[in-house]
């Protein structure tokens, strides 16, 4: 048999296993972060925590004689993805990074594009007063010290320290545009912050921005280590993989 690994926690992760799980040729391992309570678990055989860096993973590669690996870890997961980029190299194996395609503006759209949360920051500010945060749990305290009002939504309980004036919401997706519409309105959002995730389970927010005129900030996506192979879906993951270690 052909053993893969992927390292998921994403949608487009659980499609993939789904879609290899029939797969009489092929042992399918999805690796999970752990950090998501009660996560909905992929077919097939599935593993939670960490590696213990790149040479962790090059060991457990080498340990359960993987040989292949996809990366279709969450598309701001760059240190796990440098990892395993590293770890690929290392073990000799093929890796492949899928990744739901990002985000395009459409007519009506306000868009501002920043680098990195940091960036975000500064220029938030300069564009609104009452800011709605969808960046995550653990880079909050990047605007700390900032003029803003803030709402920031996220699955679980934030890094600690917290910016001033800062109010937590935890809610999961998939939300809708009358939901995201209602929350701008009752908390007088002038402002979105979020990151270009792609997908369309958190997309409502943008349309809810767009439909009420309020500008959007966005945090482009890290690319994924050179030389890795990509591709945009679950099929063109299935596709690669086929073509990359053929019948067992």
Do not use: Y
């Not at 690994?5 to 296993?17: H, M, P, V």
């Not at 972060?33 to 009660?38: F, K, L, N, P, S």
């Amino acid at each position: 048999m052909r053993r893969v690994l992927i390292l998921g926690g994403t949608a487009e992760a659980r499609a993939l296993a789904d879609a290899l799980a029939g797969d009489p040729a092929l042992d399918v391992v999805s690796s999970l972060a752990g950090r998501t309570d009660q996560p909905r678990l992929p077919a097939g055989r599935s593993r939670s925590g960490g590696f213990g860096g790149a040479a962790g993973l090059t060991a457990w590669l080498r340990a359960e004689r993987i040989h292949a690996m996809i990366d279709a870890t969450h598309p701001f997961a760059a240190e796990i993805s440098r990892h395993a980029a590293a770890a690929a190299t290392a073990a000799d194996i093929p890796l492949l990074a899928l990744r739901r395609p990002g985000w395009t503006p459409g007519p009506g759209d306000r868009w501002h594009w920043a680098d990195t949360v940091r960036h975000a920051a500064t220029l938030a500010p300069a564009l609104g007063s009452r800011a709605f945060l969808t960046i995550g749990r653990q880079e909050l305290a990047v605007f700390a010290g900032l003029d803003l009002h803030l709402l920031a939504r996220m699955v679980r309980d934030p890094t600690p320290p917290l910016p001033r004036n800062c109010r937590v919401l935890l809610a999961r997706g998939p939300f809708t545009l009358a939901g995201e519409s209602a929350l701008l309105r009752e908390h007088r959002i002038d402002l979105l912050v979020t990151k270009d995730s792609g997908g369309g389970a958190t997309a409502p927010k943008l349309a809810a921005a767009r439909a009420s005129g309020i500008p959007v900030l966005i945090i482009r996506r890290p690319p994924p280590p050179g030389g890795v192979d990509t591709a945009a879906s679950p099929a063109e993951a299935a596709a690669w993989l086929a073509a990359r270690i053929g019948p067992a």
